[in-house]
């Protein structure tokens, strides 16, 4: 069964009222929210999009579907409903790592394709499985720590090596080709020191106009369940929220709010009584600079408020902090208004650019946000990085 980008999981639904909610209630809800998310990827196809963004669309169309499905159910079921878009709305954000789906693109937003299969964890992590691959190579091939200054292109008077890579420790690196694979946030920040010269500008107006932004986790374990055994996701709802929002009015004050819920770590045997919070945007940002005491905190009083347990402690947490990072400034990339299939275009074209009369493919991109369909997801930063060394491969192929 392929269930796409909304998995059938077996959820618990609290309110912050302190109550649990029956799943079935809202089954109509979700079915328009995930209808909603299939109509507007065909805005993509081209014949433009009647909004300017996907949370524009969404508000909208609910608006007028709830006025006619809805009509006959009670004034509470209905504004709890509407709750629960709030909920979702959330939940999209941390999918797409945008603040609000305000910032997000309608038709562009269609070009993101999901991936068949179930999500793949490597023993030891992602750096697990670079150490294996480091393991075939020989030593001394691969320098670590050694931060890039300024990638120099187009080096004219060297035409051997018309690649010049200035670290930051004055070392230089001459070189045919190289492939610049940092995140898009990264570059949003400094492509003005990182290249010489600079970036063309249709190139540079399409890392603008594509989207970075922050989504993060905060793992949580307990000494046990407080879920039900079957249970795979949970949701929070705040009653206050029938104005379908997504971003909160307070960062400071309120930034727990846009914890929209956990998914449960399974096997229980292999991870314990373990939950994965998500939250996104500038609230997400501003969790990072709280201690880990402040975020314990904050947790631990929103799973009681919605439970109605005063009693439920946590063992300890664990939380990404990706917008700090200064090797990342933020988590993956997403289409932002105005953004097109020609942008991601953009990003993939390597320097210098067709027509030029210098030496070609100096300087190469990869990585997920110059990934057609599969951007902001680690298989699409993979086939990029596959597609840039069929690129140099061709390019050195004799003509049979």
Known sequence: MDTGEHPPWVPNIFSSSGRKLNPEDFSPVKEMFVELLE??????????????????????????????????????????????????????????????????????????????GVDCTFPGGYEGLIKHLMSELPSGLVSYNQPVRCVHWNNTEERENPVMIECDDEERIAADHV?????????????????????????????????????????????????????????????????????????QRSWIKKLFGFTVLKPTERYGHVLCGWIAGHESEFMETLSEQEVTHAVTQLIRRFTGNPTITPRRILRSQWFHDPWTCGSYSYPGIGCSAQDLDNMMEPLPTKGSQSQALQVLFAGEATHHCYYSTVHGALLTGWREADRLIAHYQIPS
């Open 39 to 116: 109509e507007s990827s065909e805005f993509a196809s081209g014949g433009g999009a009647p909004f300017a963004s996907l949370g524009d669309f969404i508000r909208s169309e609910v608006q007028q579907r709830a006025a006619e499905k809805w009509k006959d159910i009670d004034a509470t079921t209905r504004s709890l409903r509407l709750c629960l878009i709030s909920n979702m709305l959330k939940g999209q954000c941390s999918s797409n790592g945008a603040h609000s789906l305000d910032e997000v693109g309608l038709g562009a937003s269609g070009l993101y394709k999901t991936l068949p």
């Open 179 to 251: 492939i610049v694979t940092v995140p898009l946030g990264y570059l949003k920040k400094h492509h003005s020191a990182l290249f010489r010269p600079p970036l063309p500008l249709h190139k540079l107006h399409s890392v603008q106009r594509l989207g970075f932004g922050t989504n993060n986790k905060i793992q949580v374990e307990f000494d046990s369940p407080w879920w039900d055994a079957d249970c795979e996701a949970i949701y929070l709802v705040w009653e206050d929220e029938d104005a379908m929002v997504d971003q909160v009015p307070d960062v």
